[in-house]
């Protein structure tokens, strides 16, 4: 079983940055692809930023330019530096890992709030 646990969220004013971090227990293989979803009160949860085990990203258009994922694969680490917070960024913010083929090896973290304001 692999257990997801999340650290950095908090409260931001609009222009700072924060790091969250998603670390990963249990059985967790660098072909593992890593990314953040978030959540916005009353929308749906959607893709933010994704890491193939290959070290390939992706991004959500709206945090192009801004956010940064990357991964440490000898800790099972995944982080997402988060630059120039919006309001609009507020969330809370999901890791997920999960296998690229094998669609019952997907795992999610508890989640970390992200405020942004002033």
């Known amino acids: 079983q692999v257990q997801l646990v999340e650290s950095g969220g908090g409260l931001v004013q609009p222009g700072g940055s924060l790091r969250l971090s998603c670390a990963a227990s249990g059985r967790v293989f660098s072909i593992y692809t890593m990314a953040w979803y978030r959540q916005a009160p009353g929308k749906e949860r959607e893709l933010a930023a994704g890491?193939?085990?290959?070290?390939?990203?992706n991004y959500a258009d709206s945090v192009k330019g801004r956010f940064t994922i990357s991964r440490d694969n000898t800790k099972n680490t995944v982080y997402l530096q988060m630059n120039s917070l919006k309001p609009e960024d507020t969330a809370v913010y999901y890791c997920?890992?999960?296998?690229?083929?094998?669609?019952?090896?997907?795992?999610w973290g508890q989640g970390a709030q992200v405020t942004v304001s002033s």
């Open positions: 890491i193939t085990g290959g070290g390939s990203t």
């Open positions: 997920n890992v999960h296998h690229p083929l094998m669609a019952a090896l997907n795992y």
